[in-house]
């Protein structure tokens, strides 16, 4: 295969650096010389103590927050072509749901944008995250876990090549949390999109991932990029498996070597 035929990685960057401006005129260092690679249908997590820089990361790869030092190319362009050619799907802590549309609406919201229809494409990703009986739901009668799963039906329903997600299952009790992850795995199985996943859960992490980037505290820097060597589909039977806690355990080592902890 020539190089012309491989697909462009999903992100590449380099020495990104990234300075928030204060209310006092002071300016807040948040990332400084950060590396990222996600190949092509890959899935790699960042994991980081809170405020870090994770989420600021998430939003310049989007093309959400200009560029300011470094390089950014998503896809092969700069950030905000990908977000234009519809080509990215953003998960969120918050499910960001309209509440006057229900269900099957929420999740047809990029299709209209793009003045595209896809009937068969909603109703096999309602199916999909297992939601398919609310389509004619408002998101207020939803619970928690099912809003996100409508929020992840809404990321993936245009076909998206780069999947960005920022602690989606963070504000979801443990149990929905844990059928959340093994959800994702299986449509992250049959969709083969690249994913970058932020994420604060070392376990969430390693059981997701094919690679783990561990950054230090603020500014956010990386300390670490970590394989993780599990076979794939992963599903539950992956937590106690010596390799599983191996691969946790460097993640964890990784993360301490800044004097900080994590989930
Ligand atoms: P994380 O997602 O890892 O928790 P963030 O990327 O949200 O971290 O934030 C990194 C740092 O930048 C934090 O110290 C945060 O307070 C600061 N920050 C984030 N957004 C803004 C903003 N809009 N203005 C000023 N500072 C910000
Ligand atoms: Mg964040």
Request: charged letters at 20%; one cysteine or more.
């Amino acid at each position: 295969m020539t190089s012309s035929t491989l697909p462009a990685p999903a992100v590449a960057a380099r020495g990104v650096t990234y300075r928030y401006a204060e209310a006092d005129g002071r300016t807040l260092l948040a990332l400084d010389g950060v590396d990222l690679a996600v190949g092509a249908g890959e899935f790699v997590s960042v994991v980081g103590p809170s405020g870090c820089g994770k989420s600021t990361l998430l939003r310049l790869v989007a093309g959400l927050l200009p560029s300011q030092g470094g390089e950014v190319s998503v896809l092969g362009g700069a950030p905000g072509e990908a977000q234009r050619a519809h080509a990215l799907g953003l998960v969120a802590q918050e499910p960001g749901l309209l509440p006057w549309r229900d269900v099957a609406a929420n999740v047809r919201l990029p299709l209209d944008v793009m003045r595209a229809g896809d009937p068969e494409r909603v109703r096999a990703l309602l199916d999909q995250v297992g939601i398919a009986e609310f389509a004619g739901y408002r998101p207020a009668a939803l619970s928690g876990g099912m809003r996100q799963r409508v929020a992840l039906a809404r990321a993936l329903v245009h076909r998206p090549r780069l999947l960005l997600m920022d602690e989606p299952f963070g504000a979801l009790d443990e149990l929905s949390r844990e059928a959340m992850r093994l959800e994702l795995l299986r449509i992250w199985e049959q969709e083969r999109i690249a994913v970058l996943f932020v994420t604060h859960s070392v376990v969430e992490a390693v059981l997701l991932s094919d690679r783990v980037v561990v950054m230090s505290g603020r500014p956010g820097r990386v300390r670490a990029v970590i394989d993780v060597p599990l076979p794939r589909p992963r599903g539950e039977a992956q937590g106690p498996s010596a390799a599983f806690v191996a691969t946790a355990a460097a993640v964890r080592a990784a993360l301490r070597s800044d004097g900080v902890g994590a989930a």
